[in-house]
């Protein structure tokens, strides 16, 4: 798979970043070189091997239905960059935008 | 002294030759004769570490320390991804330049209900991402050994500020190698617990499959002080493990005899620098000398740690990072829309090495790369983890080192990422398994730079760990301690 | 050209429970913006979720009430999209092994029963809300919904008229309210609905092009965007268009469905295992301990109703709708009352009553055991039906009981032969013209009669009684 400006600037726009034209045709030849050598797994033969995403064998860990205390509405909006003392405020979302 | 641990604080205190603001008040001095050279804290907090060490003189004169936790009075610094209720919390980014958390990490509550006294935030790679910490968006941190040197990564702040002796121990986090490697660079002893001994409620994610806390410390022995304070099982963090928090210092005395220690037969060879190699061969001599018994272990898929690393722990990345969209907290660019606030807070707010590792994992995450990329790397993490379990069942511990060379200087690896990633390649294996690892000076090179010795251990071994680490201390001897000291 | 259509559903269902799914904030609707939510679910840096037992509870219920293969390894995935009500810049969601799989729901088309098929049901956390302002100037968002315990129950494209689509519904509704495992209240969200539909000639096994559906926020609604959107694809077919595959909304005000027109980018959500969850690994001592919970469901009910107590389908159909009302009628029957003058009374008499008061069937003063005291008085003939509604009325203002105020309102009727036959002797030798009629044939003559005995008896008396005696001394 050879990593082409194009395809950082499709992954880009996937993770929400702008990136210049020049800036993917700088970070392509990089992105190129990690994947390239990610790829020496491909050479092995892992048919039938489980994967792991958990170094820890844990199953069914739970909580009970039991409220705690939720923050004062003051602090939830302390670090917002915009609100209107109730609600956090953004640019209007286009219908559909998103999910 | 020359070498501040907690041992001898602890031990001050309890002889009542001192009081606790004295060593809060030691920790501050030293970081504002020393800190302008190395740059270790991103914040201190004079005030706030001053009034709670007073209050602490109060308890103290009436004779209550005992009671008050096992780290009473002890100043300390906390890698600055690990949230501090009221206190500036940046995981040294941008995005996160003004960020004031809420709640408190539980390592930070757990430390403070003990009795340790928080001086400030060290610096770190933005996000934990890197091995040098010329990644921070704030500062460069210098090498106390040589300040034309990195102090390793991420948690390079953490190291420094203990090598310097400006704490007596610190908190970093490790990633692929992030307390380890510093430690090494450092001269310090720095150890990463099994996965799921450590809660990381309170830790700004970086991967979330590999990421673990863990001390900082002069001396292997107070690593595992710190260690009983931290460790155990926490209802916030699904992933801690509900083992019982043991005594760690328990078996630090038994010496290696019995023990095997198991040195890897088919270790990556290249890169690695002589004199490195020499000093672990060393260290393994003298161990032999003390009475261990070694043998050839083999971790045949190892060679492949880094390329399934750099897979799994971006594509972890590229989902924990979505959060920091400019929407509820954090920095947001000036925009008109919203997919502007986005790409802007977002791209203005990360440096290129986050971005760069952002989109290798988006990238392996994407539809149509999932199976080849991150399914295999999720595979060979199986197998890495197989080559461990078959290696302990022939020893205690597996000795290797830290690093494949000493500390590098300040941009001599900037413009290859690649080339940095390598220098993860020893550490990076008992992230992907889960393996607890610690890294103990054992030399210095030619130029004056300290080499780290490394140890991995079964998991929720941490006793022989410690134990094996602190036996080879002992007949290891003295360090020289950082030049930074001297002046 | 005939077409067939083809819809599928997606439906979104809030659980009962008294957390959210992954920290210990609360789930009331209705509370002040931005007043319950924490740390975690406001994906604040370095927050973990932690999993609420009672949502892998009734998630499992719910698979288990919707006939599903439950995954005895299941586990929880990222899905990753920036949306500003979605904090942490993925939902946690289950990808590949959900809870349950391949299970089905039963609907009644006029007698007939089909299988609806389903495809998967899984647990999520719910976004937040996102408000627009009317002038199209900015958006805010409220995230106490952030971090409810939701299911996803996807159907499978089995559905074929928007009628269907609408019982469909119903019974799902119904079957998670039997389970108490929703409210299912579409006008707070706490039921969503989603669908697909497409059309193919009949007779075609392919799939024809499909449109998604949102914003539909009643049943009512659901069917009707499905007609209008059936009615659309089919004009567009016919001449010779086709349907061009995107998200419409359906409007309420226009009764029509509109093109969202989003720049509708191919959406790729990067599935991957949730790393800060573990596994969840469902032994048969879970399963059992779900299953017994499990009450009867609606359609099994109706059919006990008519193979066991007689009831015509209409009424098993009315009385099983809903669990409560089911309950209360068992109760009735249980207290002694017969099968069928139950039903009848719960289902016009009682349902008729709380359907003008608004009240449900839980507040009603009149219980069960009392409702088969008052239609066993009827039986007895103490009192008339007449009189019994009466009564009915008063029990459901006083919550007494039946004979309580029978006595009270005086009403009680007198059925005994030695008290009337003196009344009814007196009234017989007093009207001796009605009497003469009644021999000559008029029969309506006998009603004067009785209308006199009933008179002397200020009502009280039994008509059945009077009648009979009556007639056994005019009768030639």
């Excluded at chain 3, 439950?70 to 942490?88: G, T």
Aim: charged letters at 25%; aromatic letters at 6%; one cysteine or more.
């Amino acid at each position: 798979m050879k990593i082409t400006h194009e395809t950082v600037q499709h992954v880009a726009k996937l993770a929400r970043l702008a990136v210049s034209e020049e800036e993917a045709r700088q970070l392509a030849p990089q992105l190129d070189e990690i994947i390239g050598y990610a790829e020496q797994l491909q050479a092995v033969d892992l048919e039938g091997v489980e994967p792991t995403s958990h170094p820890l064998p844990l199953v069914n860990v739970l909580r009970k239905d039991e409220p705690r205390p939720s923050l004062p509405r003051e602090e939830v909006l302390a670090g917002a960059p915009d609100h209107d003392g109730e609600q956090v405020r953004v640019p209007a979302v286009l219908e559909g935008y998103g999910e | 002294m020359s070498r501040w641990t907690v041992k001898e604080t602890l031990a001050s205190l309890q002889r009542r030759e001192s009081k606790p603001s004295e060593w809060t008040k030691r920790a501050l001095d030293r970081i504002r004769e020393a800190d302008q050279r190395i740059g270790a804290f991103l914040s201190v907090d004079e005030e706030r570490a001053l009034t709670a060490a007073r209050q602490m003189d109060e308890v103290f004169e009436d004779g209550g320390a005992q009671a008050q936790g096992a780290l009473f009075g002890v100043p300390y610094a906390l890698k600055d991804n690990l949230c501090t209720r009221g206190l500036r919390t940046t995981a040294a980014s941008r995005i996160l330049e003004n960020y004031i958390p809420p709640y408190s990490a539980t390592v930070a509550d757990k430390l403070a209900a003990a009795g340790g006294v928080l001086v400030g935030k060290t610096n770190l790679d933005e996000f934990a991402m890197g091995s040098s910490t010329e990644n921070s968006a704030f500062q460069l941190t210098r090498n106390p050994y040589r300040l034309e040197a990195v102090p390793g990564g991420s948690s390079g702040g953490s190291a420094a500020a203990v090598a310097a002796g400006m704490v007596p121990f610190s908190l970093g986090s490790d990633t692929g190698g992030s307390i380890r490697q510093p430690a090494a660079f450092c001269g310090v002893v720095g150890l990463k617990p099994t996965y799921g001994r450590v809660s990381r409620y309170g830790l700004i994610a970086f991967a979330s499959s590999l990421d673990q806390i863990g001390p900082f410390t002069q001396t292997v022995e107070d690593a595992a002080l710190v260690m009983n304070i931290i460790s155990g099982h926490d209802p916030l963090d699904s992933t801690s493990a509900p083992v019982e928090v043991e005594d760690f210092t328990a078996d630090l005395a038994k010496g290696l005899a019995g023990l095997r220690i198991g040195i890897v037969r088919d270790i990556p060879q290249e890169g690695l620098d002589s004199q490195v190699r020499e000093a672990v061969e060393k260290a393994v001599e003298a161990m032999r000398g003390a009475g261990a018994e070694v043998v050839e272990v083999e971790l045949p898929h190892s060679q492949y740690a880094v390329a399934t690393y750099y897979l799994i722990a971006p594509a972890e990345a590229s989902s924990n990072l979505a959060r920091y969209d400019g929407v509820r907290y954090g920095r947001r660019a000036d925009a008109d829309t919203l997919l502007e606030l986005y790409e802007r807070s977002r791209s203005e707010g990360f440096g290129l090495e986050v971005k760069r590792r952002i989109m290798i994992g988006t990238f392996a995450l994407s539809s149509g790369y999932y199976d080849a990329y991150y399914r295999r790397a999720q595979q060979m993490r199986t197998l890495i983890r197989d080559d461990f379990n078959r290696a302990f069942e022939r020893c205690d511990v597996i000795v290797m080192p830290t690093t494949p060379t000493p500390a590098f200087d300040i941009g001599a690896k900037t413009a290859d990422p690649l080339q940095m990633y390598l220098n993860d390649i020893y550490t990076i294996p008992a992230n992907l398994a889960g393996l607890p690892g610690i890294s103990v000076p054992c030399g210095m090179s030619a130029e004056g730079l300290p080499i780290g010795l490394q140890m991995l251990a079964k998991a929720f071994d941490e006793r022989t760990l410690l134990r094996a680490a602190h036996a080879y201390e002992q007949i290891r001897g003295d360090v020289i301690p950082a030049p930074v000291l001297e002046g | 050209m005939d077409f067939e259509t083809v819809i599928g559903l997606e439906v979104h269902v809030e659980l009962k429970t008294d957390t959210k799914i992954f920290c210990g904030c609360r789930t009331n609707f209705g509370a002040p913006p931005n007043t319950n939510v924490c740390p975690v679910c406001l994906g604040l840096p370095g927050t973990l979720p932690v999993l609420n037992e009672r949502a892998v509870d009734l998630a499992l219920k719910a698979a288990m009430a919707l006939n599903c293969r439950i995954n005895r390894e299941a586990k929880f995935d990222r899905k990753n999209y920036f949306y500003p009500d979605l904090p942490k810049g993925y939902q946690i969601s289950q990808y590949d092994q959900p809870i349950g799989e391949d299970g089905y729901i039963e609907i009644d088309l006029g007698g007939q029963r089909k299988r609806i098929g389903i495809v998967r049901v899984h647990l999520e956390e719910d976004a937040g809300k996102s408000m627009h302002a009317p002038d199209g100037t900015h958006t805010l968002v409220d995230y106490n919904r952030t971090g409810v315990p939701l299911i996803e129950i996807v159907s499978k494209p089995d559905i074929r008229s928007p009628e269907e689509a609408r019982l469909y519904l119903e019974a799902l509704k119904s079957i998670m309210e039997y389970c108490d495992i929703s409210d299912c209240r579409m006008e707070e969200g706490s039921l969503r609905c989603d669908a697909n539909i497409s059309l193919r000639p009949v007779g075609q096994e392919a799939f024809g092009q499909k449109t998604e559906l949102k914003n539909m926020n009643s049943f009512r609604n659901v069917q009707r965007a499905l007609e209008y959107e059936a009615d659309r694809q089919a004009q567009i077919l016919r001449a010779g268009g086709t349907i061009e595959q995107e998200t419409r909304r359906f409007d309420e005000a226009t009764q029509t469905t509109v093109s969202m027109r989003s720049k509708e980018e191919a959406h790729d959500y990067r599935y991957f295992p949730e790393p800060d969850l573990v596994r969840l690994h469902i032994d048969e001592a879970w399963l059992a301990r779900i299953r017994a919970t499990l009450p009867e469901l609606p359609l099994q009910k109706r059919d006990r109703y008519i193979r066991e107590l007689g009831l015509p389908e209409y009424d098993a159909g009315v009385l099983t709708a809903n669990r409560a009302v089911a309950e209360y009628y068992e109760q009735v029957v249980a207290a002694g009352a017969d099968a069928k003058q139950a039903s009848n009374w719960v289902m016009s008499d009682l349902l008729g009553y709380l359907n003008t008061t608004g009240q449900s069937i839980d507040e009603a003063k009149v219980r069960p055991a009392q409702l088969a005291g008052l239609i066993a008085e009827v039986g007895s003939g103490r009192i008339s039906i007449k009189q019994a509604r009466d009564v009915f009325k008063a029990m459901c203002e006083t919550g007494k009981d039946a004979p309580v105020l029978i006595k009270e309102m005086g009403m009680e009727q007198i059925s005994d032969e030695s008290v009337l036959i003196p009344i009814i002797e007196d009234v017989i030798a007093k009207n001796p013209k009605s009497v003469e009629d009644y021999r000559n044939g008029k029969e309506k003559a006998l009603g004067a009669l009785v209308g006199q005995t009933m008179k002397a008896t200020q009502g009280k008396a039994n008509p059945a009684v009077v009648n009979k005696l009556i007639l056994e001394r005019i009768r030639p």
